[in-house]
């Protein structure tokens, strides 16, 4: 195995396009688990800890940029993450535990796109942007163009993302990140991302993300229209739940079957959305 | 043929000039170059708990960090928490409890809770409890591994 340690994101790039089996390191979490298991056996790793561009963290008028290598600990205590934008730092400071927040990253997460995770699912449902760096370009797309399928991105061989963008949202919008797992420390069996704004007691705008249920965190225009101009009652939930759950593809695990990640829907919906409605209000 | 890196950690406050290839985990440098055997090897994949350590001071799991990404880092295990012949205060504090059983977990333990303490001199039940998520123990059921812990914090 070869090994490199580039301290610019161009580095990384040329480090990247050397070797066909190249992967990049982040905070190793989940690419070390992989590796200790003999899943996988990189030629080479590209550790990204030692360019600090990816460390860094920018704030604009419209919302913050928040580097890929930002440890979920870091997002977590991030205190300018308010609004739309503490769907993110909700699902960073409650996943896994310590330890694993200690060292793993958002940039890691994205580029993992583990079906079972959940800061996908908080940054589809913050409407979140990725800035990836090619050889010789970087764009910018919407995050969940990024996952295409369970642990598979659009990214390309020798592209990486360097950072990821979080829209303040409308005045008034709510972020909140409600997980469901058996024990503190598991990864969610349901995970239920979303951002809110009222009208008084109306809902104005809202954008519902479900978690664990499908290959890719699981967005339905349909059931947020369904909730759009109501007091979100238990019928207008129930029904935006119902469609969440029909559109859900989950798999039997240790965790849970799949139909009962169906029933969780419509429920965790209900209980998130009441959580999300009192903040709303303060 | 894998790289070999020449690299020098800092463990429990010296220095260690090893030479790793890039794949190797900090614990398996720990235990079989380092030969400081306190870190457990428990599950390999970030589950357990057992084989957590200090770096600059908060807990990683040394299975899934590598060797080859750690120097000039301040890297902490069991080994280097006591205070010369006295045992760190969450070790006598576990010990007067009778919180050890087996005590394969207790290694991890006791880095987690001495950054803890580190970081929130008089922390809550519930601030042991969650400090303690990624350290699993098959005996004790918990109870007395965070009353004694708890106990430093001076709360009732
Ligand atoms: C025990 C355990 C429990 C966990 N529990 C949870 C949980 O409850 N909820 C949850 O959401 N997640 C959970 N996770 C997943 C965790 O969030 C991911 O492991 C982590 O975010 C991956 O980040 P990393 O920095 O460690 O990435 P790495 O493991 O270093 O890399 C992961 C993958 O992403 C690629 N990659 C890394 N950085 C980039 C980049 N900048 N650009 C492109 N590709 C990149 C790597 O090449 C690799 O393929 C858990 C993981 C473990 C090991």
Same mark, same amino acid.
């Given at each position: 195995?070869?090994?490199?340690?580039?301290?610019?994101?161009?580095?990384?790039?040329?480090?990247?396009?050397?070797?066909?089996?190249?992967?990049?390191?982040?905070?190793?979490?989940?690419?070390?688990?992989?590796?200790?298991?003999?899943?996988?056996? %990189?030629?080479?790793?590209?550790?990204?800890?030692?360019?600090?561009?990816?460390?860094?963290?920018?704030?604009?008028?419209?919302?913050?940029?928040?580097?890929?290598?930002?440890?979920?600990?870091?997002?977590?205590?991030?205190?300018?993450?308010?609004?739309?934008?503490?769907?993110?730092?909700?699902?960073?400071?409650?996943?896994?535990?310590?330890?694993?927040?200690?060292?793993?990253?958002?940039?890691?997460?994205?580029?993992?796109? /583990?079906?079972?995770?959940?800061?996908?699912?908080?940054?589809?449902?913050?409407?979140?942007?990725?800035?990836?760096?090619?050889?010789?370009?970087?764009?910018?797309?919407?995050?969940?163009?990024?996952?295409? /399928?369970?642990?598979?991105?659009?990214?390309?061989?020798?592209?990486?993302?360097?950072?990821?963008?979080?829209?303040?949202?409308?005045?008034?919008?709510?972020?909140?990140?409600?997980?469901?797992?058996?024990?503190?420390?598991?990864?969610?069996?349901?995970?239920?991302?979303?951002?809110?704004?009222?009208?008084?007691?109306?809902?104005?705008?809202?954008?519902?993300?479900?978690?664990?249920?499908?290959?890719?965190?699981?967005?339905?225009?349909?059931?947020?229209?369904?909730?759009?101009?109501?007091?979100?009652?238990?019928?207008?939930?129930?029904?935006?739940?119902?469609?969440?759950?029909?559109?859900?593809?989950?798999?039997?695990?240790?965790?849970?079957?799949?139909?009962?990640?169906?029933?969780?829907? %419509?429920?965790?919906?209900?209980?998130?959305?009441?959580?999300?409605?009192?903040?709303?209000?303060? | 043929?894998?790289?070999?890196?020449?690299?020098?950690?800092?463990?429990?406050?010296?220095?260690?000039?090893?030479?790793?290839?890039?794949?190797?985990?900090?614990?398996?440098?720990?235990?079989?170059?380092?030969?400081?055997?306190?870190?457990?090897?428990?599950?390999?994949?970030?589950?357990?708990?057992?084989?957590?350590?200090?770096?600059?001071?908060?807990?990683?799991?040394?299975?899934?960090?590598?060797?080859?990404?750690?120097?000039?880092?301040?890297?902490?295990?069991?080994?280097?928490?006591?205070?010369?012949?006295?045992?760190?205060?969450?070790?006598?504090?576990?010990?007067?409890?009778?919180?050890?059983?087996?005590?394969?977990?207790?290694?991890?333990?006791?880095?987690?809770?001495?950054?803890?303490?580190?970081?929130?001199?008089?922390?809550?039940?519930?601030?042991?409890?969650?400090?303690?998520?990624?350290?699993?123990?098959?005996?004790?059921?918990?109870?007395?591994?965070?009353?004694?812990?708890?106990?430093?914090?001076?709360?009732?």
């Amino acid at each position: 195995m070869r090994y490199a340690e580039p301290e610019t994101v161009e580095a990384a790039l040329s480090a990247l396009s050397t070797h066909e089996d190249a992967r990049c390191l982040a905070g190793g979490a989940s690419l070390v688990a992989m590796m200790n298991a003999g899943r996988i056996g %990189p030629g080479m790793l590209v550790s990204l800890h030692r360019i600090p561009e990816l460390s860094t963290i920018t704030e604009t008028g419209d919302g913050l940029w928040l580097g890929a290598m930002c440890t979920h600990r870091t997002v977590a205590a991030d205190a300018r993450l308010r609004g739309a934008m503490a769907a993110v730092r909700e699902a960073a400071a409650w996943l896994a535990h310590p330890a694993i927040r200690n060292m793993a990253t958002l940039g890691g997460s994205v580029g993992l796109a /583990d079906p079972h995770t959940e800061i996908p699912v908080a940054l589809v449902a913050a409407s979140a942007r990725v800035e990836v760096a090619g050889p010789g370009s970087r764009r910018v797309v919407p995050v969940e163009s990024l996952f295409v /399928d369970s642990y598979r991105t659009s990214l390309q061989r020798g592209e990486l993302v360097t950072r990821v963008f979080l829209p303040r949202g409308e005045d008034g919008a709510v972020g909140h990140h409600l997980r469901f797992s058996r024990v503190a420390a598991d990864y969610p069996t349901v995970s239920i991302s979303l951002v809110l704004a009222m009208d008084g007691d109306r809902c104005r705008q809202v954008r519902v993300v479900v978690g664990s249920c499908g290959p890719v965190p699981l967005h339905v225009d349909a059931a947020d229209q369904r909730l759009v101009g109501t007091r979100l009652e238990a019928e207008d939930v129930a029904e935006a739940g119902g469609l969440l759950a029909r559109a859900a593809a989950p798999i039997d695990d240790v965790r849970g079957s799949a139909e009962y990640r169906r029933m969780l829907i %419509p429920r965790l919906l209900g209980r998130a959305l009441s959580q999300a409605r009192e903040r709303a209000h303060v | 043929m894998s790289d070999k890196v020449s690299v020098s950690l800092t463990i429990n406050g010296a220095e260690h000039a090893l030479t790793v290839a890039p794949e190797r985990t900090l614990l398996d440098v720990l235990r079989e170059d380092v030969r400081a055997t306190g870190t457990r090897r428990g599950c390999d994949e970030g589950s357990c708990g057992a084989c957590t350590v200090l770096v600059d001071g908060v807990p990683v799991l040394s299975c899934l960090s590598l060797a080859v990404t750690l120097p000039g880092r301040a890297i902490t295990t069991i080994e280097g928490v006591r205070n010369g012949a006295e045992l760190h205060p969450v070790q006598r504090a576990l010990v007067l409890h009778g919180a050890v059983q087996c005590g394969f977990c207790m290694p991890g333990i006791v880095l987690s809770a001495k950054a803890l303490l580190e970081r929130n001199p008089s922390p809550t039940v519930e601030d042991v409890r969650q400090a303690l998520g990624g350290n699993v123990c098959r005996c004790s059921g918990y109870t007395r591994v965070v009353e004694a812990i708890a106990s430093l914090g001076g709360r009732p």
